[in-house]
Nanobody, 119 residues
Framework: QVQLVESGGGLVQPGGSLKLSCAASGRAFSSYTMGWFRQPPGKQRVFVARMSALGATTNYADSVKGRFTISRDNAKNTVYLQMNSLKPEDTAVYYC????????????WGQGTQVTVSS
């Protein structure tokens, strides 16, 4: 079993930055793809970014390209999401996810961390 714990959320002004962290425990972290998703208020959860097991491949939603950066430190069993130039529409609960299958489905999810972008 894998446990994922997000941290780093909070309130930030438009144009500001935040860095989310997701610490994993359990199975070999370095062997699977990690992703970030978000769920805005009253909306469905959507894909934000993902990174392959060894970090060679990254993918981003169009809405965050050029502003968000996913990274991982396999020695620390942690994946990060650096968020710059934040906009009010980035307000959401952010979730990390682990162990993506060939269908793009994830086996493990964190509990989420709230990010609010507001002046």
């Amino acid at each position: 079993q894998v446990q994922l714990v997000e941290s780093g959320g909070g309130l930030v002004q438009p144009g500001g930055s935040l860095k989310l962290s997701c610490a994993a425990s359990g199975r070999a972290f370095s062997s699977y793809t990690m992703g970030w998703f978000r769920q805005p208020p009253g909306k469905q959860r959507v894909f934000v970014a993902r990174m392959s097991a060894l970090g060679a491949t990254t993918n981003y939603a169009d809405s965050v390209k050029g502003r968000f950066t996913i990274s991982r430190d396999n020695a620390k069993n942690t994946v990060y999401l650096q968020m710059n130039s934040l906009k009010p529409e980035d307000t959401a609960v952010y979730y990390c996810a682990g162990l993506m299958n060939t269908k793009g489905e994830y086996s493990y999810w964190g509990q989420g961390t709230q990010v609010t972008v507001s002046s």
